[in-house]
C-alpha cells in the first residue's frame, strides 16, 4: 500500500527570494513578511560562525512553524516529512517556510554563512521532535 503525498508537509513548503538593492553604498535586502511568511513571527534568532561542511538543526516541530532567510553564503535545508524529502540550497536572500510536521537539517555549505529564523511560537522544548527515523519517507 502506498500512502498518499496530498496531505504532505513538504506540499506546503513555500520559497522565495528576497529584493537585493545594490549600488555604490552597499546591498540592501527586502523581504515583506507579511506577503510571505503566512504567521506573525514572535521569535528570531540567527546562527553564524558554523564551519562550513557543518550541520545544524537534526529536528522537527510539532507546532512551530519557522521562516528560514540565508542572509550570507550557502546552505543546503534537508527536509523530510515521512513521505516525501526534498533538498534545498539557499543562497543569499533565498527563503524558505517550514511548516509543523517537518524534520530539517541544514548545512552550511560556506565559511561566513548566515541563517536567520523567523517563528511563530515561543521556544518550547516540548515541541522539538529528535528521532529522525519517524521521518523517514517509506518506499514501496
Known sequence: ????????????????????????????GVIDIARNAPFVPVRIF???????????????HKACSQFL???RGRINVD?????????YVLG???FL????????TETFLDEGSVLAVLCDRPY?????????????????
Open 92 to 94: 543569499q536572500g533565498d
Open 69 to 71: 532567510v540565508c542572509l
Open 124 to 140: 518550547e522544548p516540548d515541541d522539538y521532535v529528535y528521532e529522525r527515523e519517524l521521518f523517514v519517507p517509506i518506499r514501496v
Open 1 to 28: 500500500m502506498t500512502r498518499s503525498h496530498v496531505g504532505s508537509p513538504l506540499r506546503r513548503v513555500t520559497r522565495g527570494k528576497a529584493k537585493l538593492v545594490e549600488d555604490s553604498r552597499g546591498r540592501l
Open 79 to 87: 527536509a523530510i516529512d515521512g513521505t516525501l524529502s526534498q533538498n
Open 46 to 60: 540567527w546562527i553564524s560562525e558554523v564551519p562550513a561542511g557543518t550541520a545544524r538543526g537534526g529536528h522537527a
Open 97 to 104: 517556510n517550514l511548516v509543523p510536521g517537518i524534520y530539517s
